[in-house]
């Protein structure tokens, strides 16, 4: 993709009302881009926003509703007479066993996480194909690289991302699309506070360790390595330059345990070397 720099450009950037997201939203405002910024409360996004908002259209869409998402992007194409950039970033933390996490609680994550996010490629595909040229990044986390206990449920819905976006890449490299998965460690915004971090309606004494991990995580609130405003500036900055290698590590922790994974596999392969074949049909 060549960034354009003879007008602004238009980013479609979902879950914008805290964190990495409505710092992407500042920072695209500043430099006078074009931003269509989805989220549940509209209200909450505007009253964060201490710029200029000529160029921004809020829209309160649930990412889960096919037919909204796409009349989200009509909108946003109406308006700006196009799109160049679309930033997949809605999503929410939970935290338990996975012998603690409902039905329900899954069937929410991977709605929003995954089937989220195949509704807004499906819309914005077409145009970013047509026009043969554009970005996609989606914002994933080093849990779509590594697990932990505690995160599976978490960690499902960040490895599905982390699928998609590689077969993605290569669907969509020959009409000129780029896609960046970003993989964040812990930033410091509210993603720890009670308000973005999904717990289970019921929990077992099975699991004290998960107990004693979720009041970690919760203390851990303030104190996190990351910061979104530089974090916000680098994923910027990557897609303005028109780089679309398919990766982004963000923060130190996140490089140090996606190096760990790497490492361990690494090994795995190595010991299996000599027996893997062993299942082949004989030459």
């Known amino acids: 993709m060549t960034f354009p720099t003879d007008r602004p450009a238009t980013w479609f950037v979902t879950g914008t009302s805290r964190g990495l997201g409505l710092e992407l939203v500042k920072q695209l405002l500043e430099r006078g881009d074009n931003v269509a910024a989805t989220t549940r409360s509209t209200e909450r996004l505007l009253?964060?926003?201490?710029?200029?908002?000529?160029?921004?259209?809020?829209?309160?869409?649930?990412?889960?509703?096919?037919?909204?998402?796409?009349?989200?992007?009509?909108?946003?194409?109406?308006?700006?007479?196009?799109?160049?950039?679309?930033?997949?970033?809605?999503?929410?933390?939970?935290?338990?066993?996975?012998?603690?996490?409902?039905?329900?609680?899954?069937?929410?994550?991977?709605?929003?996480?995954?089937?989220?996010?195949?509704?807004?490629?499906?819309?914005?595909?077409?145009?970013?194909?047509?026009?043969?040229?554009?970005?996609?990044?989606?914002?994933?986390?080093?849990?779509?690289?590594?697990?932990?206990?505690?995160?599976?449920?978490?960690?499902?819905?960040?490895?599905?991302?982390?699928?998609?976006?590689?077969?993605?890449?290569?669907?969509?490299?020959?009409?000129?699309?780029?896609?960046?998965?970003?993989?964040?460690?812990?930033?410091?915004?509210?993603?720890?506070?009670?308000?973005?971090?999904?717990?289970?309606?019921?929990?077992?004494?099975?699991?004290?360790?998960?107990?004693?991990?979720v009041e970690n995580h919760l203390k851990l609130q303030g104190n996190q390595l990351g910061d979104p405003v530089r974090g916000a500036r680098i994923t910027i900055e990557k897609v303005v330059s028109g780089d679309t290698s398919l990766r982004l590590v963000l923060g130190s922790d996140s490089h140090a345990y996606a190096t760990a994974k790497v490492h361990a596999l690494q090994a795995t392969l190595d010991a299996a070397a000599s027996t893997a074949s062993a299942s082949d049909f004989p030459a």
Request: proline share 4%; hydrophobic share 45%.
């Open 47 to 213: 009253a964060a926003l201490d710029t200029d908002t000529t160029r921004l259209l809020p829209l309160a869409v649930d990412l889960r509703d096919e037919a909204a998402v796409a009349q989200a992007v009509r909108q946003t194409t109406d308006r700006f007479g196009g799109l160049d950039v679309v930033v997949n970033n809605a999503g929410y933390g939970f935290l338990a066993a996975v012998e603690e996490t409902s039905d329900r609680d899954v069937r929410d994550m991977l709605d929003v996480q995954v089937a989220g996010v195949w509704n807004v490629l499906r819309a914005t595909l077409p145009v970013l194909r047509e026009q043969r040229g554009g970005h996609v990044v989606n914002v994933s986390s080093v849990l779509g690289l590594t697990s932990v206990p505690g995160w599976a449920l978490y960690c499902a819905g960040k490895y599905a991302l982390e699928g998609l976006s590689e077969a993605l890449a290569g669907e969509v490299a020959g009409f000129g699309v780029g896609v960046t998965i970003v993989e964040p460690g812990y930033f410091r915004t509210g993603f720890l506070t009670t308000d973005s971090l999904a717990l289970p309606e019921n929990t077992t004494p099975a699991y004290p360790e998960i107990r004693e991990m």
